[in-house]
RNA sequence: GGAGAGGUGGCCGAGUCCGGUUUAAGGCGCUGCUCUCGAAAAGCAGUGUGUCAGCAAUGAUACCGUGGGUUCAAAUCCCACCCUCUCCGCCA
């Protein structure tokens, strides 16, 4: 959400931004519906002020007849303002709220082609054998069964078996003595979430693209990734200067309908309806989110390099953002098997755009301001073994484990 | 599932029976000053969040879980709802 008063004063730019973005928001509608909204308040506090006026002079002598037909026609007027605004609130807090926000001048324009690579890392070597994708050499080891998580859930649900599950855990206990070192405090979180802060962390309960699990007969949501109950654990508060930035790492599944997300680019594990994640999360002051941008993704660097994990970093055009961020970037691993870079991390700054929505700010001698938000991918499950599976396969069969990893769970996997 | 207690400012907490200087006591925290070589302690003063108008000083208004109602006047009375906690039951 944005400060109305930003828009007031960057109609344009607003404009500009939401349709570069990709959202179709009528900022002048809008703005009508502000100035409307405040001369309604106006005109309401005016009458509330003779009201007090008058219940104060009533305090000893009651009124006559003739003063309460003149207070009661005051609280008719007064009624039919409260009416107008209502019905003039139930249409701009929703727009105010679709209002997508703003990304930083450096964002390049354009949709998901227009994404830029900043820097690449890794040896792209060609191996002198075939490398299997990784669902056919998870099959063949038995490691996963997606067979049964059909028959158990439905498609897109899954059993992961054996070294398979060491392996999982021995990347989240890398991470997160790596997130540790870097003075992030593990979490665990809720699993679901009610509406409002789902909404409030930007996600959508009922968008056109089915997104979010939603239980029956309760307001509660299956979370997509523990940011949402992570942004939503400050909700309400106000922060003190001095415990900025809070540098959390959530450990949670994440579910995810992920409707009409087939094709050979979500084989096997790449997208599924449930996954386990760490995600790193900052509170932080708005003067900070820049820099500690920069330290979730040197921290997502960091976590490839120690894996022995080619990969590019992107930096996210505006048409591809979505509406929460201002900035984003997106780690990308080699894959081999496709012969391309995919999606392995990303980080975003979404400044005050959740904070705003969840009301989550901090004090300092300036008075009370909202804080930043920023959220980064740790360690995605299922995509960090894909990217080992692909970038460590000997040509035997076996799956050469890197350094960082052997000290938890040994040698190879068969 | 059964019973009970409770939701008040940054935090703790009084006020609710009996409606009106409550611009919500008091404490903690925070800020400034005094004292001190400095710090602590002590003392003094200040310190809620929005909204609207204004360059500003400031003024007006709203907010005591939420929504209604009664009243000239509601944190306080009435109704409905939501949430939290405690005990019991069930249970990993």
Redesign the pocket.
């Known amino acids: 959400m944005l400060?109305?008063?930003y828009i007031r004063e960057n109609p344009e730019t607003v404009k500009r931004t939401s349709q570069q973005k990709g959202y179709n928001i009528d900022v002048a509608h809008l703005l009508e519906l502000?100035?409307k909204?405040?001369?309604l308040?106006?005109k309401?506090?005016?009458l509330?002020?003779?009201?007090?006026?008058?219940?104060?002079?009533?305090?000893n002598q009651?009124?006559s007849e003739e003063?309460?037909a003149s207070?009661?026609q005051i609280?008719e007027q007064l009624v039919v303002l409260e009416d107008q605004q209502?019905q003039i609130d139930k249409v701009f807090t929703p727009l105010l709220r679709s209002v997508p926000n703003v990304f930083s001048d450096d964002t390049p324009t354009g949709g998901e082609e227009a994404n830029r690579e900043e820097k690449k890392w890794g040896e792209i070597s060609d191996k002198n054998f075939e490398i299997k994708d990784h669902l056919t050499w998870l099959q063949q080891k038995g490691l996963v069964d997606f067979e049964r998580g059909a028959k158990v859930a439905g498609n897109k649900f899954y059993f992961l078996i054996g070294p398979m599950v060491e392996l999982e855990l021995a990347v989240f206990q890398m991470a997160l003595t790596l997130a540790k070192k870097h003075n992030f405090t593990a979490m665990t979180v809720p699993h679901l979430v009610n509406t409002r802060i789902l909404e409030g962390a930007g996600f959508s309960a009922r968008g056109d693209e089915k997104q979010i699990y939603k239980i029956e007969n309760d307001?509660l949501n299956l979370i997509a990734t523990s940011e949402i109950p992570l942004t939503g654990f400050h909700a309400d508060?106000?922060l003190?200067e001095k415990e900025l930035p809070r540098l959390y790492a959530g450990l949670s599944p994440a579910y995810r309908m992920e409707s009409g997300a087939y094709g050979k680019h979500n084989r096997g594990l790449f997208r599924t309806h449930q996954f386990n994640k760490l995600e790193l999360y900052v509170f932080c002051k708005p003067e900070d989110s820049e820099l500690l941008h920069q330290k979730l993704i040197n921290f997502e660097e960091e976590l490839c390099q120690v894996l022995e994990i080619p990969y590019r970093i992107v930096r996210i055009a505006a048409g591809d953002l979505g509406a929460p961020a201002y900035k984003k970037y997106d780690i990308e691993y080699w894959s081999p098997v496709d012969k391309t870079y995919r999606e392995l991390m990303s980080c975003s700054n979404v400044t005050d755009y959740q904070a705003r929505r969840l009301n989550i700010?901090f004090?300092s001698?300036n008075?009370?301001?909202f804080v930043h938000t920023l959220n980064g991918t740790a360690a995605a499950m299922s995509r960090i073994p894909i990217a080992l599976i692909e970038n460590h396969q000997q040509s035997d069969g076996s799956l050469l484990l890197p350094k960082a990893l052997r000290s938890v769970m040994g040698e190879g996997l068969i």
Do not use: V
């Not at 509330?48 to 305090?59: G, I, T, V, Y």
């Open positions: 400060d109305i008063q502000d100035s909204r405040r001369q308040i106006q309401s506090d005016e509330r002020a003779q009201l007090n006026k008058a219940s104060e002079d009533f305090k009651p009124p003063q309460r207070l009661k609280k209502e307001d508060e106000i003190d700010r004090r001698e008075g009370t301001n």
